[in-house]
């Protein structure tokens, strides 16, 4: 699973329409309206604002006026195809005087999230933890060399020594084979780079 690192814009020209996409990392349902909102107001007067995004939770695609499944479903199997979550692309149409007929909106919006995720930064997600650690100051080196490739996001240095770690699903396993206490356990996804 992938998702673009930050917001990002691709356009496209076919028979004088111009097709212009946003790409934009979302993480709530509820950021959605409010974004499609900012994009009106910054691309006025388009002849159409297509969508598609994907959540954990949910998947959904606009055609905005455009004929039945020639916008939103093309975009949405392209976010599908590369294996995109928590991405959300909306495709401006300003219409050009020539029309594309079915076939050729389906590939025009198709081929305009393909090339707006190519030109993208993109990061793999990764399925883990927000982890806190307490362990004693004669164990520390031995649960740092344990961590040596997760993002220790804290250290508090008291009466032991606590850890707040962002830890990979898999290696959670590893953790629970030795006696550090685990204080806290959050599943979280992060990316990762």
């Known amino acids: 699973m992938k998702t673009i690192?930050?917001?990002?814009t691709n356009e496209i020209i076919i028979k004088n329409s111009r097709f212009i996409t946003v790409l934009v990392p979302v993480f709530d349902d509820t950021d959605i309206n409010s974004i499609f909102e900012d994009i009106k107001i910054?691309?006025?007067?388009?002849?159409?604002?297509?969508?598609?995004?994907?959540?954990?939770?949910?998947k959904k695609a606009s055609d905005d006026g455009e004929p039945g499944g020639t916008a939103g479903m093309p975009m949405l199997n392209v976010l599908d195809k590369e294996g995109m979550i928590n991405t959300l692309a909306i495709t401006i149409r300003?219409?050009?005087?020539?029309?594309?007929?079915?076939?050729?909106?389906?590939?025009?919006?198709?081929?305009?999230?393909?090339?707006?995720?190519?030109?993208?930064?993109?990061?793999?997600?990764?399925?883990?933890?927000?982890?806190?650690i307490?362990?004693?100051?004669?164990?520390?080196?031995?649960?740092?060399?344990?961590?040596?490739?997760?993002?220790?996001?804290?250290?508090?240095?008291?009466?032991?020594?606590?850890?707040?770690?962002?830890?990979?699903?898999?290696?959670?396993?590893?953790?629970?084979n030795y006696s550090y206490q685990i204080i806290k356990e959050e599943y979280i996804k992060k990316f990762s780079d």
């Not at 690192?5 to 990002?8: G, H, I």
């Not at 740092?144 to 490739?149: A, F, H, Q, R």
Request: a neutral charge.
């Open 134 to 176: 307490k362990t004693s100051y004669d164990e520390q080196k031995d649960l740092e060399y344990i961590l040596k490739n997760c993002e220790i996001t804290n250290k508090e240095y008291l009466t032991d020594v606590t850890y707040t770690v962002l830890i990979p699903k898999n290696k959670l396993d590893i953790l629970n």
């Open 42 to 58: 910054k691309y006025p007067k388009a002849t159409h604002y297509c969508y598609a995004y994907i959540t954990k939770s949910f």
């Open 5 to 8: 690192k930050s917001a990002s």
């Open 94 to 132: 300003y219409f050009g005087g020539i029309k594309l007929g079915a076939g050729g909106l389906v590939r025009a919006y198709s081929k305009s999230v393909r090339d707006a995720i190519i030109e993208s930064e993109t990061v793999e997600i990764e399925e883990g933890y927000s982890v806190m």
